[in-house]
Protein backbone atom coordinates (compact mmCIF):
# COMPACT_ATOMS: atom_id res chain seq x y z
CA UNK A 1 0.00 0.00 0.00
CA UNK A 2 1.41 3.87 -0.93
CA UNK A 3 0.57 6.92 0.23
CA UNK A 4 -1.07 6.42 3.49
CA UNK A 5 0.17 8.51 6.78
CA UNK A 6 -0.59 8.35 10.21
CA UNK A 7 -0.28 12.34 10.97
CA UNK A 8 -1.53 12.16 14.51
CA UNK A 9 -2.44 9.82 17.52
CA UNK A 10 -4.26 10.22 21.05
CA UNK A 11 -4.81 7.38 23.30
CA UNK A 12 -7.09 7.62 26.80
CA UNK A 13 -5.48 5.43 29.13
CA UNK A 14 -6.40 1.85 29.71
CA UNK A 15 -7.28 0.83 32.93
CA UNK A 16 -10.80 0.99 35.22
CA UNK A 17 -12.33 4.18 35.08
CA UNK A 18 -15.64 4.40 36.90
CA UNK A 19 -17.67 7.20 36.20
CA UNK A 20 -16.08 7.50 32.61
CA UNK A 21 -17.96 6.74 29.96
CA UNK A 22 -17.04 4.89 26.66
CA UNK A 23 -18.31 8.39 24.74
CA UNK A 24 -15.78 10.61 27.18
CA UNK A 25 -13.00 8.32 26.77
CA UNK A 26 -13.46 8.56 22.83
CA UNK A 27 -13.42 11.67 22.75
CA UNK A 28 -10.20 12.61 25.06
CA UNK A 29 -8.07 10.28 22.31
CA UNK A 30 -9.85 11.67 18.96
CA UNK A 31 -9.36 15.38 20.29
CA UNK A 32 -5.72 14.59 21.20
CA UNK A 33 -5.37 12.76 17.95
CA UNK A 34 -6.79 15.66 16.05
CA UNK A 35 -4.74 18.09 17.79
CA UNK A 36 -1.31 16.24 16.81
CA UNK A 37 -2.77 15.75 12.96
CA UNK A 38 -3.37 19.80 12.74
CA UNK A 39 -6.85 18.06 12.13
CA UNK A 40 -9.98 20.60 13.21
CA UNK A 41 -13.53 20.31 12.09
CA UNK A 42 -14.77 19.93 9.01
CA UNK A 43 -10.94 18.28 7.95
CA UNK A 44 -11.87 14.59 7.92
CA UNK A 45 -13.99 13.12 5.29
CA UNK A 46 -15.20 9.49 7.25
CA UNK A 47 -14.82 8.14 10.31
CA UNK A 48 -14.60 4.51 11.62
CA UNK A 49 -14.78 3.75 15.21
CA UNK A 50 -13.74 0.02 16.66
CA UNK A 51 -15.79 -1.11 19.18
CA UNK A 52 -17.33 -4.34 20.65
CA UNK A 53 -19.00 -3.60 23.71
CA UNK A 54 -20.28 0.00 23.16
CA UNK A 55 -23.50 -0.60 21.87
CA UNK A 56 -25.56 1.05 18.48
CA UNK A 57 -23.76 4.18 17.19
CA UNK A 58 -20.56 4.22 19.37
CA UNK A 59 -18.48 6.23 16.78
CA UNK A 60 -21.18 9.14 16.64
CA UNK A 61 -21.94 9.68 20.33
CA UNK A 62 -18.10 10.96 19.88
CA UNK A 63 -18.35 12.61 17.27
CA UNK A 64 -21.76 14.39 18.16
CA UNK A 65 -19.52 15.63 21.09
CA UNK A 66 -17.25 16.90 19.58
CA UNK A 67 -19.45 18.72 17.17
CA UNK A 68 -17.83 16.81 14.22
CA UNK A 69 -20.61 15.34 12.30
CA UNK A 70 -22.06 14.90 8.64
CA UNK A 71 -19.48 12.85 7.22
CA UNK A 72 -20.16 8.91 7.28
CA UNK A 73 -19.39 7.20 10.63
CA UNK A 74 -19.01 3.86 10.78
CA UNK A 75 -18.95 1.10 13.90
CA UNK A 76 -16.74 -1.69 13.34
CA UNK A 77 -16.42 -5.08 15.27
CA UNK A 78 -14.10 -7.61 14.91
CA UNK A 79 -13.15 -8.72 18.07
CA UNK A 80 -9.74 -8.11 19.29
CA UNK A 81 -9.31 -7.02 16.09
CA UNK A 82 -11.44 -4.34 15.92
CA UNK A 83 -9.34 -1.68 15.85
CA UNK A 84 -7.48 -3.12 12.80
CA UNK A 85 -10.41 -3.71 11.07
CA UNK A 86 -10.77 -0.12 11.48
CA UNK A 87 -7.78 0.87 10.34
CA UNK A 88 -8.11 -1.77 7.03
CA UNK A 89 -11.26 0.09 6.11
CA UNK A 90 -10.01 3.74 6.57
CA UNK A 91 -6.58 3.10 4.81
CA UNK A 92 -8.13 0.96 1.86
CA UNK A 93 -10.88 4.31 1.54
CA UNK A 94 -7.55 6.66 1.43
CA UNK A 95 -5.61 4.53 -1.27
CA UNK A 96 -9.15 3.82 -3.78
CA UNK A 97 -9.13 7.93 -3.82
CA UNK A 98 -12.56 8.17 -1.49
CA UNK A 99 -11.43 9.98 0.94
CA UNK A 100 -7.63 12.38 1.79
CA UNK A 101 -7.96 11.97 5.30
CA UNK A 102 -9.98 9.40 7.88
CA UNK A 103 -10.45 9.49 11.10
CA UNK A 104 -10.14 6.14 13.08
CA UNK A 105 -10.57 5.46 16.85
CA UNK A 106 -11.26 2.39 19.46
CA UNK A 107 -13.29 2.98 22.35
CA UNK A 108 -14.62 0.25 25.18
CA UNK A 109 -15.78 -0.28 28.31
CA UNK A 110 -15.57 -4.16 29.43
CA UNK A 111 -17.23 -5.98 31.66
CA UNK A 112 -15.16 -7.23 34.38
CA UNK A 113 -14.15 -10.60 34.89
CA UNK A 114 -14.42 -13.61 32.29
CA UNK A 115 -15.91 -12.00 29.10
CA UNK A 116 -19.20 -12.56 27.94
CA UNK A 117 -19.41 -13.17 24.72
CA UNK A 118 -22.55 -13.02 22.86
CA UNK A 119 -20.53 -14.93 20.21
CA UNK A 120 -21.67 -18.56 21.91
CA UNK A 121 -25.10 -20.16 21.93
CA UNK A 122 -26.63 -19.77 25.51
CA UNK A 123 -26.14 -24.07 25.59
CA UNK A 124 -22.59 -23.36 25.32
CA UNK A 125 -22.12 -21.39 28.21
CA UNK A 126 -24.45 -23.50 30.13
CA UNK A 127 -22.59 -26.46 29.28
CA UNK A 128 -19.12 -25.03 30.08
CA UNK A 129 -18.27 -25.08 26.64
CA UNK A 130 -17.97 -21.02 26.74
CA UNK A 131 -14.51 -20.45 28.81
CA UNK A 132 -12.46 -18.61 26.82
CA UNK A 133 -9.73 -18.92 29.00
CA UNK A 134 -10.31 -22.97 28.91
CA UNK A 135 -9.37 -22.00 24.92
CA UNK A 136 -6.17 -19.90 25.76
CA UNK A 137 -5.24 -23.62 28.19
CA UNK A 138 -5.54 -26.03 25.51
CA UNK A 139 -3.87 -23.49 22.96
CA UNK A 140 -1.01 -23.08 25.70
CA UNK A 141 -0.93 -26.64 26.09
CA UNK A 142 -0.64 -27.78 22.19
CA UNK A 143 2.44 -25.09 22.21
CA UNK A 144 4.44 -26.76 24.96
CA UNK A 145 4.01 -29.82 23.28
CA UNK A 146 5.09 -28.44 19.98
CA UNK A 147 7.86 -26.03 21.17
CA UNK A 148 8.86 -26.80 24.39
CA UNK A 149 7.23 -23.65 26.17
CA UNK A 150 7.15 -24.73 29.59
CA UNK A 151 5.73 -22.58 32.55
CA UNK A 152 8.77 -20.75 33.60
CA UNK A 153 8.59 -19.73 29.81
CA UNK A 154 5.23 -18.42 30.70
CA UNK A 155 6.10 -16.54 33.55
CA UNK A 156 9.04 -15.07 32.03
CA UNK A 157 6.90 -13.79 28.94
CA UNK A 158 5.08 -11.96 31.83
CA UNK A 159 8.11 -10.70 33.37
CA UNK A 160 9.44 -9.14 30.43
CA UNK A 161 6.20 -7.58 29.17
CA UNK A 162 5.01 -6.11 33.00
CA UNK A 163 8.95 -5.21 32.59
CA UNK A 164 8.44 -2.89 29.43
CA UNK A 165 4.91 -1.37 30.80
CA UNK A 166 6.31 0.09 34.33
CA UNK A 167 7.36 3.34 31.86
CA UNK A 168 4.48 3.41 30.34
CA UNK A 169 2.07 5.90 32.15
CA UNK A 170 -0.99 4.77 29.96
CA UNK A 171 -1.12 1.33 31.51
CA UNK A 172 -3.32 -0.49 33.72
CA UNK A 173 -0.33 -2.01 35.49
CA UNK A 174 3.21 0.00 35.55
CA UNK A 175 4.99 -2.27 38.53
CA UNK A 176 6.98 -4.84 37.39
CA UNK A 177 6.45 -8.72 38.91
CA UNK A 178 8.37 -11.50 39.82
CA UNK A 179 8.42 -14.96 37.77
CA UNK A 180 7.67 -16.67 41.80
CA UNK A 181 4.60 -13.79 42.01
CA UNK A 182 3.29 -14.96 38.68
CA UNK A 183 3.65 -18.83 39.55
CA UNK A 184 1.81 -18.11 42.80
CA UNK A 185 -1.08 -16.47 41.29
CA UNK A 186 -4.16 -19.05 41.45
CA UNK A 187 -4.43 -21.34 38.57
CA UNK A 188 -7.19 -20.15 36.00
CA UNK A 189 -7.18 -23.37 33.76
CA UNK A 190 -3.79 -25.11 33.70
CA UNK A 191 -1.36 -24.67 32.75
CA UNK A 192 -2.12 -20.77 32.81
CA UNK A 193 -2.14 -18.54 36.29
CA UNK A 194 -4.51 -15.73 36.58
CA UNK A 195 -1.18 -13.49 36.14
CA UNK A 196 -0.68 -14.95 32.98
CA UNK A 197 -4.01 -13.55 32.18
CA UNK A 198 -4.15 -10.31 30.93
CA UNK A 199 -7.69 -8.16 32.06
CA UNK A 200 -9.94 -7.05 29.86
CA UNK A 201 -10.62 -3.41 30.72
CA UNK A 202 -11.55 0.24 29.81
CA UNK A 203 -9.85 2.67 27.15
CA UNK A 204 -9.52 4.15 23.66
CA UNK A 205 -7.46 4.76 20.65
CA UNK A 206 -7.18 6.93 18.18
CA UNK A 207 -5.47 8.18 14.73
CA UNK A 208 -5.83 9.63 12.12
CA UNK A 209 -4.90 8.91 8.05
CA UNK A 210 -4.04 11.25 5.79
CA UNK A 211 -3.06 10.78 1.60
CA UNK A 212 0.79 10.93 2.28
CA UNK A 213 0.66 13.96 0.09
CA UNK A 214 -1.54 15.78 1.90
CA UNK A 215 0.16 15.21 5.47
CA UNK A 216 2.00 18.61 6.28
CA UNK A 217 -0.53 19.91 8.68
CA UNK A 218 0.74 17.56 11.37
CA UNK A 219 2.68 18.51 14.99
CA UNK A 220 4.81 15.58 14.46
CA UNK A 221 6.79 13.68 11.80
CA UNK A 222 4.23 11.22 10.01
CA UNK A 223 4.41 7.95 9.66
CA UNK A 224 3.95 5.60 6.86
CA UNK A 225 1.04 3.01 6.55
CA UNK A 226 2.73 0.06 4.74
CA UNK A 227 -0.46 -2.28 5.34
CA UNK A 228 -2.97 -2.57 6.88
CA UNK A 229 -4.84 -6.35 6.90
CA UNK A 230 -7.32 -8.15 8.20
CA UNK A 231 -8.27 -11.68 7.65
CA UNK A 232 -10.70 -14.28 9.33
CA UNK A 233 -10.11 -18.13 9.91
CA UNK A 234 -10.26 -21.04 7.21
CA UNK A 235 -11.81 -24.09 8.59
CA UNK A 236 -10.21 -27.05 10.26
CA UNK A 237 -8.51 -25.88 13.07
CA UNK A 238 -10.27 -27.14 16.26
CA UNK A 239 -7.86 -24.36 18.18
CA UNK A 240 -8.60 -21.45 15.95
CA UNK A 241 -9.70 -18.26 17.60
CA UNK A 242 -13.38 -19.27 15.85
CA UNK A 243 -13.70 -21.53 18.74
CA UNK A 244 -15.71 -24.37 16.64
CA UNK A 245 -16.99 -27.23 18.10
CA UNK A 246 -15.08 -29.67 16.43
CA UNK A 247 -12.00 -29.15 13.91
CA UNK A 248 -10.10 -31.86 11.22
CA UNK A 249 -6.87 -34.35 12.36
CA UNK A 250 -5.36 -31.28 10.19
CA UNK A 251 -2.13 -29.76 11.44
CA UNK A 252 -1.50 -27.87 8.20
CA UNK A 253 -4.35 -25.27 7.99
CA UNK A 254 -2.60 -21.69 8.40
CA UNK A 255 -3.87 -19.57 11.31
CA UNK A 256 -5.76 -16.71 10.41
CA UNK A 257 -2.71 -14.50 11.99
CA UNK A 258 -0.05 -16.31 9.30
CA UNK A 259 -2.93 -15.45 7.06
CA UNK A 260 -2.71 -11.82 7.97
CA UNK A 261 0.86 -11.39 8.34
CA UNK A 262 1.99 -12.87 4.96
CA UNK A 263 -0.40 -10.20 3.03
CA UNK A 264 0.96 -7.47 5.54
CA UNK A 265 4.37 -8.14 4.54
CA UNK A 266 3.78 -8.83 0.86
CA UNK A 267 1.68 -5.40 0.69
CA UNK A 268 4.37 -3.60 2.63
CA UNK A 269 7.05 -5.33 0.64
CA UNK A 270 8.92 -6.51 3.88
CA UNK A 271 10.05 -9.87 5.89
CA UNK A 272 10.26 -10.31 9.14
CA UNK A 273 13.95 -9.96 8.68
CA UNK A 274 12.89 -6.12 8.44
CA UNK A 275 11.08 -5.68 11.77
CA UNK A 276 12.60 -3.26 14.39
CA UNK A 277 9.97 -3.59 17.13
CA UNK A 278 6.79 -5.47 17.36
CA UNK A 279 3.43 -5.20 19.17
CA UNK A 280 1.09 -8.57 19.49
CA UNK A 281 -1.51 -10.15 21.10
CA UNK A 282 -0.66 -11.06 24.52
CA UNK A 283 -4.04 -12.33 25.91
CA UNK A 284 -2.14 -14.41 27.72
CA UNK A 285 1.55 -15.25 28.07
CA UNK A 286 1.53 -18.17 25.59
CA UNK A 287 -0.53 -16.21 22.79
CA UNK A 288 2.78 -14.07 22.92
CA UNK A 289 4.78 -17.12 22.10
CA UNK A 290 2.38 -18.85 19.66
CA UNK A 291 2.53 -15.46 17.91
CA UNK A 292 6.51 -15.60 17.61
CA UNK A 293 5.70 -18.38 15.49
CA UNK A 294 2.63 -17.54 13.59
CA UNK A 295 3.98 -14.12 12.43
CA UNK A 296 7.09 -16.12 11.28
CA UNK A 297 8.98 -13.98 14.26
CA UNK A 298 10.89 -17.65 14.10
CA UNK A 299 10.96 -20.92 12.85
CA UNK A 300 7.58 -22.80 14.05
CA UNK A 301 8.65 -24.70 17.69
CA UNK A 302 11.09 -21.97 17.66
CA UNK A 303 9.35 -19.54 20.31
CA UNK A 304 10.61 -20.76 23.56
CA UNK A 305 13.99 -20.43 21.78
CA UNK A 306 13.33 -16.70 20.64
CA UNK A 307 12.14 -15.35 23.98
CA UNK A 308 15.01 -17.07 26.06
CA UNK A 309 17.48 -15.23 23.39
CA UNK A 310 16.16 -12.06 24.57
CA UNK A 311 15.65 -10.43 21.50
CA UNK A 312 12.19 -9.66 22.50
CA UNK A 313 13.15 -7.31 25.29
CA UNK A 314 13.52 -4.01 25.06
CA UNK A 315 17.41 -3.84 24.08
CA UNK A 316 17.28 -7.08 22.70
CA UNK A 317 17.50 -7.61 18.55
CA UNK A 318 13.12 -7.41 18.41
CA UNK A 319 11.72 -5.74 21.20
CA UNK A 320 7.95 -7.68 21.51
CA UNK A 321 5.57 -5.43 23.26
CA UNK A 322 7.44 -2.60 24.65
CA UNK A 323 4.20 -0.78 25.75
CA UNK A 324 4.45 -3.60 28.22
CA UNK A 325 1.36 -5.43 26.00
CA UNK A 326 -1.82 -6.29 26.52
CA UNK A 327 -0.76 -8.07 29.81
CA UNK A 328 0.41 -4.86 31.59
CA UNK A 329 -2.15 -2.44 29.62
CA UNK A 330 -5.17 -4.82 29.99
CA UNK A 331 -7.58 -5.55 26.37
CA UNK A 332 -10.14 -3.00 26.07
CA UNK A 333 -11.09 -5.14 22.53
CA UNK A 334 -12.03 -1.73 20.52
CA UNK A 335 -9.34 -0.15 21.24
CA UNK A 336 -6.35 -2.35 21.84
CA UNK A 337 -5.37 -2.56 18.10
CA UNK A 338 -4.74 0.45 17.99
CA UNK A 339 -3.19 1.30 21.14
CA UNK A 340 -0.93 -0.76 19.47
CA UNK A 341 -0.55 1.19 16.68
CA UNK A 342 -0.55 4.69 19.09
CA UNK A 343 2.80 2.95 20.98
CA UNK A 344 4.35 1.99 17.54
CA UNK A 345 3.87 5.62 15.79
CA UNK A 346 5.72 6.84 18.88
CA UNK A 347 8.70 4.46 18.66
CA UNK A 348 9.31 5.17 15.38
CA UNK A 349 8.81 9.07 16.40
CA UNK A 350 11.32 8.03 18.43
CA UNK A 351 9.22 9.53 21.49
CA UNK A 352 8.95 6.98 24.21
CA UNK A 353 11.92 8.27 26.25
CA UNK A 354 12.69 4.84 28.83
CA UNK A 355 10.89 2.10 26.76
CA UNK A 356 12.41 3.60 23.77
CA UNK A 357 13.34 0.84 20.55
CA UNK A 358 16.43 2.63 19.55
CA UNK A 359 16.80 3.13 15.69
CA UNK A 360 13.52 1.51 15.58
CA UNK A 361 12.51 2.35 11.55
CA UNK A 362 9.61 -0.86 10.68
CA UNK A 363 7.31 -1.57 12.98
CA UNK A 364 4.62 -4.16 13.16
CA UNK A 365 1.37 -4.57 15.57
CA UNK A 366 -0.95 -7.71 15.57
CA UNK A 367 -3.92 -8.91 17.29
CA UNK A 368 -5.88 -11.36 17.18
CA UNK A 369 -9.24 -12.85 18.41
CA UNK A 370 -12.77 -13.89 18.42
CA UNK A 371 -14.41 -14.65 15.05
CA UNK A 372 -11.75 -15.35 14.19
CA UNK A 373 -10.20 -12.15 13.63
CA UNK A 374 -6.30 -11.25 12.61
CA UNK A 375 -5.17 -7.45 12.22
CA UNK A 376 -1.49 -7.42 11.13
CA UNK A 377 -0.47 -3.28 10.31
CA UNK A 378 3.11 -2.47 9.13
CA UNK A 379 4.20 1.09 9.72
CA UNK A 380 7.07 2.59 8.67
CA UNK A 381 9.01 5.89 8.71
CA UNK B 1 -30.75 -32.68 27.65
CA UNK B 2 -28.40 -29.02 27.17
CA UNK B 3 -29.61 -29.09 23.50
CA UNK B 4 -31.38 -31.34 21.76
CA UNK B 5 -29.30 -32.55 18.51
CA UNK B 6 -26.06 -32.91 19.88
CA UNK B 7 -26.08 -36.80 21.46
CA UNK B 8 -28.19 -39.14 22.11
CA UNK B 9 -28.80 -40.11 25.28
CA UNK B 10 -28.94 -44.18 25.63
CA UNK B 11 -27.30 -47.01 27.11
CA UNK B 12 -24.43 -46.37 24.09
CA UNK B 13 -24.72 -42.98 23.61
CA UNK B 14 -23.54 -41.09 19.92
CA UNK B 15 -22.32 -37.71 19.24
CA UNK B 16 -24.78 -36.57 16.27
CA UNK B 17 -22.68 -35.09 13.45
CA UNK B 18 -22.49 -35.05 9.60
CA UNK B 19 -20.29 -36.57 6.34
CA UNK B 20 -20.28 -33.99 3.40
CA UNK B 21 -20.82 -36.79 0.86
CA UNK B 22 -18.59 -34.63 -1.37
CA UNK B 23 -15.20 -34.12 0.59
CA UNK B 24 -15.69 -36.65 2.82
CA UNK B 25 -14.94 -34.67 5.83
CA UNK B 26 -17.01 -35.03 9.60
CA UNK B 27 -18.61 -32.30 10.76
CA UNK B 28 -20.10 -32.14 14.61
CA UNK B 29 -23.10 -30.79 15.36
CA UNK B 30 -24.62 -31.73 12.48
CA UNK B 31 -25.37 -28.81 9.77
CA UNK B 32 -26.75 -28.67 6.40
CA UNK B 33 -23.78 -27.07 4.58
CA UNK B 34 -20.33 -28.61 4.44
CA UNK B 35 -18.20 -26.31 6.77
CA UNK B 36 -14.72 -27.36 4.42
CA UNK B 37 -16.07 -27.50 1.09
CA UNK B 38 -19.22 -25.44 1.40
CA UNK B 39 -20.99 -28.83 -0.30
CA UNK B 40 -24.83 -29.04 0.06
CA UNK B 41 -24.15 -32.47 0.27
CA UNK B 42 -24.26 -33.71 3.94
CA UNK B 43 -25.54 -36.83 5.21
CA UNK B 44 -26.39 -37.93 9.19
CA UNK B 45 -23.74 -39.51 10.98
CA UNK B 46 -23.40 -41.10 14.41
CA UNK B 47 -19.39 -40.28 15.65
CA UNK B 48 -17.46 -43.16 17.09
CA UNK B 49 -18.14 -42.96 20.87
CA UNK B 50 -14.49 -43.73 21.58
CA UNK B 51 -11.50 -41.57 21.20
CA UNK B 52 -7.98 -40.09 21.96
CA UNK B 53 -7.12 -37.13 24.08
CA UNK B 54 -5.63 -34.63 22.15
CA UNK B 55 -5.84 -31.60 24.76
CA UNK B 56 -6.57 -31.03 28.48
CA UNK B 57 -7.19 -28.19 30.91
CA UNK B 58 -9.42 -27.58 33.76
CA UNK B 59 -11.99 -24.76 34.32
CA UNK B 60 -11.73 -23.50 38.19
CA UNK B 61 -14.04 -20.58 38.20
CA UNK B 62 -17.68 -20.56 36.89
CA UNK B 63 -17.50 -18.68 33.40
CA UNK B 64 -20.22 -16.25 32.91
CA UNK B 65 -23.79 -18.08 32.17
CA UNK B 66 -22.68 -22.01 33.42
CA UNK B 67 -24.83 -23.62 35.29
CA UNK B 68 -22.91 -26.83 36.84
CA UNK B 69 -20.41 -27.76 39.16
CA UNK B 70 -16.48 -26.65 39.30
CA UNK B 71 -13.81 -27.34 38.73
CA UNK B 72 -14.45 -28.93 35.40
CA UNK B 73 -12.37 -31.15 32.48
CA UNK B 74 -12.38 -29.46 29.12
CA UNK B 75 -10.46 -31.21 26.24
CA UNK B 76 -10.40 -31.98 22.66
CA UNK B 77 -10.82 -35.91 21.42
CA UNK B 78 -9.29 -36.84 18.49
CA UNK B 79 -12.04 -39.68 16.54
CA UNK B 80 -11.33 -42.09 14.44
CA UNK B 81 -13.19 -40.45 11.56
CA UNK B 82 -10.42 -37.94 11.99
CA UNK B 83 -12.14 -35.55 13.80
CA UNK B 84 -11.84 -33.45 16.47
CA UNK B 85 -14.26 -32.65 19.20
CA UNK B 86 -14.13 -29.97 21.64
CA UNK B 87 -15.90 -31.59 24.67
CA UNK B 88 -16.25 -31.92 28.45
CA UNK B 89 -14.24 -34.37 30.42
CA UNK B 90 -15.51 -36.24 33.81
CA UNK B 91 -11.94 -36.10 35.16
CA UNK B 92 -10.90 -32.16 36.54
CA UNK B 93 -7.48 -32.75 37.52
CA UNK B 94 -5.51 -31.92 34.51
CA UNK B 95 -2.31 -34.45 36.30
CA UNK B 96 -4.65 -37.38 36.14
CA UNK B 97 -4.78 -37.00 32.13
CA UNK B 98 -2.01 -37.92 29.63
CA UNK B 99 -1.86 -37.39 25.74
CA UNK B 100 -3.22 -39.83 23.93
CA UNK B 101 -4.93 -41.81 26.49
CA UNK B 102 -8.30 -43.76 25.65
CA UNK B 103 -11.61 -41.87 26.30
CA UNK B 104 -15.30 -42.87 25.51
CA UNK B 105 -18.55 -41.11 25.36
CA UNK B 106 -20.78 -39.97 28.22
CA UNK B 107 -23.84 -38.66 29.02
CA UNK B 108 -23.41 -36.88 32.37
CA UNK B 109 -25.85 -34.59 34.69
CA UNK B 110 -24.62 -30.81 34.40
CA UNK B 111 -27.44 -29.37 36.75
CA UNK B 112 -31.13 -28.96 37.89
CA UNK B 113 -32.77 -26.58 36.16
CA UNK B 114 -35.32 -24.02 37.41
CA UNK B 115 -38.05 -26.18 37.28
CA UNK B 116 -36.14 -29.09 38.95
CA UNK B 117 -35.49 -31.66 35.61
CA UNK B 118 -32.36 -32.60 35.10
CA UNK B 119 -30.04 -31.40 32.91
CA UNK B 120 -27.66 -33.63 31.00
CA UNK B 121 -24.86 -33.15 28.76
CA UNK B 122 -22.09 -35.07 26.82
CA UNK B 123 -18.63 -35.77 27.74
CA UNK B 124 -15.73 -38.07 27.37
CA UNK B 125 -14.07 -40.14 30.56
CA UNK B 126 -10.66 -42.71 30.48
CA UNK B 127 -12.14 -45.60 28.77
CA UNK B 128 -12.53 -48.28 32.25
CA UNK B 129 -13.08 -45.89 34.58
CA UNK B 130 -16.55 -46.10 36.24
Known amino acids: ?381 | MVKEGLFTDSEAPELLGSRCTICAAHHFPRHDTCPYCSSEETQPAALSAVGVLWAWTAVTAAPPGYRGETPYGVGVVELPEGIRVITRLTESDPAALVAGQSMELRIVPLHTDDEGNEVVTFAFAPVGES
Open chain 1, 1 to 381: MKGVAITGVGMHPFGRFDGVSTTDMGVSAVRAALREAGVTKGGFQAAFCGTAYGGVATGHKVLSRLGMTGMPIVDVEAGCASGGAALMLAAGAIRAGQYDTVLVFGTEKMPKGIIRSSFFEPWQEEAGLAATPAFFALRAQKLAMSSGVTKDHLAQVVVKNRRHGTSNGDAMFQKGITAAEVLASRVVCEPLHLFMLCSPNEGAAAVVLSRQDMATNSQATPITLASAVLRSHLPGSVLSESTPLSGLTDDTVPPATTLAARDAFAEAGLGPEDLDVVECQDTDAARELLSYEELGLCEPGGSAALLESGDTMLGGRLPVNPSGGLLSKGEPLGASALGQVVELVRQLRGECGARQVERARVALSHTVGRGANAGVVILTR
